[in-house]
């Protein structure tokens, strides 16, 4: 326990998603969390503020995920196009070996309201940011905010299907493939295809 | 006050609602609202539960109001004029002349977390009935969920739009210029027109 260990972060993340599981988020505490991780609660702190934040760590990582694919975006892109962009840079944020990890998080935050609260939040405000970054690129109400709605429910609908049970495909695959069905649903025998077979 | 008064349960309402803006939702009782109203609060629970279902009455006709018109479409109606039809509909249930109410209940919405919480969990129940009622018409996942989740989103836009200071379009030509927009935005160069000039 006294030598140097490499990744005292994910240790953290481990041990509390561990006990976060086990005994309910509220029932576990950060002294509880760093014993399990070998490491001591002054440790805990140097990453996380609170309990809460190793399950709501690097909000501003995840706004950038979809914000920056667009502000680089070539000036004639179309907004769905845009909106496209944001959800393939998705599915980087989220490669396989992390879908353990959000499965479990996710039954983490089913159990306790003031967590799905706080989702719900991330979720509000990466809608309000989208709406803003469409704005700026000049697009016009109302498709600015349809387009960062319509975004933010494909990003949703694709992550719950991404943590399904059995569920092996990625993100990005996923996400397409409900980008291509809204497109046939909203202009039927105008499918983009590619990804739906 | 003793004579037979003809919409005890309009005036029941309108009190209500002042008092809520004015007070606070907390703040107000069910007495206050029935000598304001000049009832007796033995008829205010002849007509609400509590003082919150002033608010929230008529979840089931608000929610039959999208379901009915998706359950007596033709059997062939494509699955996003379905939602169309919903959308339709919905601006019947709220006439040019319960805007005023509409907005001052938003008002008092936004003040009390626990409503907004009570209001986005009525937004959630008719997303998931209408996915139901369109795999029950047969329409397959993931397009089920996405028009429903579509439909949502657009009005409760729309709504938003509905009550902005300054509107005064009804909501269903909002919500069809919403529709039109999304359109466009999903299949560029395919607007179905009508609306949005």
């Known amino acids: 326990m006294s030598r140097w260990q490499p990744d005292a972060r994910g240790r953290l993340e481990q041990a509390a998603l561990e006990l976060f599981r ?7 505490t950060v002294p509880e969390i760093a014993a399990r991780a070998g490491l001591t609660p002054r440790t805990f702190f140097r990453h996380f503020a609170d309990k809460r934040e190793v399950l709501f760590a690097g909000q501003d990582d995840f706004l950038a995920l979809f914000i920056d694919p667009i502000t680089a975006a070539p000036e004639d892109t179309a907004p769905f196009e845009l909106i496209a962009r944001s959800l393939d840079a998705a599915g980087d944020y989220f490669p396989h070996d992390r879908r353990p990890f959000s499965r479990v998080r996710q039954t983490i935050i089913d159990a306790e309201p003031s967590l799905g609260e706080r989702e719900l939040g ?3 405000t990466l809608k309000v940011r989208l709406g803003e970054v ?16 319509t975004g933010v429910t494909v ?4 992550f719950q299907q991404w943590i399904a049970p059995g569920e092996d495909r990625s993100l990005a695959t996923i996400a397409r493939e409900r980008l291509d069905a809204l497109t046939s649903l909203v202009a039927p025998g105008r499918s983009v295809g590619g990804t739906s077979e």
Do not use: Q
Not at 22 to 28: I, L, M, N, V, Y
Not at 135 to 143: I, S, W
């Open 122 to 124: 991330k979720l509000a």
């Open 155 to 158: 990003f949703h609908l694709s």
């Open 134 to 149: 469409l704005r700026d690129r000049g697009v016009p109400e109302p498709a600015a905010t349809l387009a960062a709605e």
């Open 22 to 28: 086990d005994r309910g988020f509220a029932e576990t």
